[in-house]
C-alpha cells in the first residue's frame, strides 16, 4: 500500500489503520531521511487524523472503524495547563520557578491533588495504561469546586479582571472567553444564553467570572475532539 496524495490541496489520504499502512509510512519515514517533522506533517494531514467528531447517521455508535473523531479526556498536565492559560494565571508548583508549565515538569513525584485525580502516571513501569484517562467523579467535583480554580478567576491580574477594565460590552467580553477557553467564537444562540449571567445590576466582574467557570467545565474544554 502505497501513501496517496493529492499535491494540488496537499491533502494526505489513507487507508484505515493496518500492517500495510504501518509498512508504507515507515519507508516513507526511511525516504525521508528519518525526518520526524515529515512523517508527523504527512500524519497530521491525512483524512483519518482530520475527521470531525460531528456524527452522521448511522455512525453515532461506531468506534472501530474511524469514521468520526472520538472525544478523549485531554492528559492531566494539558489540562491543567489550559486551565490556567484561559483565565491567564500560572500555576505555582512547589520548588518549581514562577510560569513553569505542567507539561514541563519532569518530577513525577512531585505532590499534587490535580495530577492525581486526573491520572498523572507515577512512572513506576513503562505500560501507557498506567496513565489514568476515565472520566469520573471525583474530577468533576474537583472542576468545579477547586479553591486554586476560584482563586485564579478571581485574580486582580487575570484575564476577567482585565477584560471588566477594557470592555464594557458583556457581548465583547463574552466572545473574548470564548477564544480563550473553545478557541472560537460564540454562536447567537450561546451569547443569548451566557447573557442571563449579565443581569441588570449585576456586578459585571462577577457574572463574567461565572461564565468563565461555566466555560471551564464544559465538554468541548475539557476534551480533546
Known amino acids: 500500500m502505497k501513501l496517496r496524495r493529492d499535491w494540488s490541496?496537499?491533502?494526505?489520504?489513507?487507508?484505515?489503520?493496518?500492517?500495510?499502512?504501518?509498512?508504507?509510512?515507515a519507508d516513507h519515514f526511511v525516504k525521508s531521511g528519518f525526518d520526524i517533522h515529515e512523517i508527523t506533517r504527512v500524519m497530521l494531514a491525512s483524512q483519518t487524523y482530520q475527521r470531525?467528531?460531528?456524527?452522521?447517521a448511522g455512525?453515532?455508535?461506531?468506534?472501530?472503524?474511524?469514521?468520526?473523531?472520538?472525544?478523549?479526556?485531554?492528559?492531566?498536565?494539558?489540562?491543567?495547563?489550559?486551565?490556567?492559560?484561559?483565565?491567564?494565571?500560572?500555576?505555582?508548583?512547589?520548588g518549581w520557578p514562577a510560569g513553569y508549565r505542567a507539561i514541563q515538569l519532569w518530577d513525577n513525584r512531585m505532590?499534587?491533588?490535580?495530577?492525581?485525580v486526573f491520572g498523572r502516571p507515577q512512572r513506576v513501569s513503562v505500560c501507557d495504561c498506567e496513565r489514568g484517562n476515565q472520566p469520573s467523579?471525583?474530577?468533576?467535583?474537583h472542576l468545579m469546586n477547586a479553591p486554586e480554580t476560584l482563586s485564579k478567576l478571581q485574580n486582580l491580574d487575570?484575564?476577567?479582571?482585565?477584560?471588566?477594565?477594557?470592555?464594557?460590552?458583556?457581548?465583547?467580553?463574552?466572545q473574548e472567553l470564548y477564544l480563550a477557553t473553545?478557541?472560537?467564537?460564540?454562536?447567537?444562540e450561546e451569547i443569548a444564553w451566557m447573557m442571563q449571567a449579565y443581569?441588570?445590576?449585576?456586578?459585571?466582574?462577577?457574572?463574567?467570572?461565572?461564565?468563565l467557570w461555566a466555560l471551564l467545565n464544559t465538554k468541548e474544554f475539557l476534551f480533546n475532539h
Not at 505532590?111 to 492525581?116: A, K, L, R
Open 59 to 94: 455512525n453515532e455508535a461506531d468506534t472501530q472503524n474511524y469514521s468520526h473523531a472520538t472525544w478523549k479526556p485531554l492528559p492531566a498536565e494539558v489540562l491543567l495547563d489550559a486551565i490556567c492559560q484561559a483565565p491567564g494565571v500560572a500555576e505555582q508548583f512547589n
Open 158 to 174: 487575570g484575564r476577567v479582571a482585565k477584560l471588566c477594565k477594557s470592555l464594557s460590552e458583556p457581548t465583547s467580553i463574552i
Open 111 to 116: 505532590p499534587s491533588y490535580f495530577f492525581t
Open 137 to 141: 467523579v471525583a474530577q468533576a467535583l
Open 199 to 211: 443581569g441588570e445590576g449585576d456586578d459585571v466582574r462577577k457574572s463574567t467570572e461565572d461564565v
Open 9 to 25: 490541496s496537499d491533502v494526505c489520504s489513507t487507508d484505515l489503520s493496518n500492517e500495510r499502512l504501518l509498512d508504507a509510512f
Open 52 to 56: 470531525s467528531f460531528v456524527t452522521q
Open 182 to 188: 473553545l478557541s472560537r467564537y460564540p454562536t447567537d
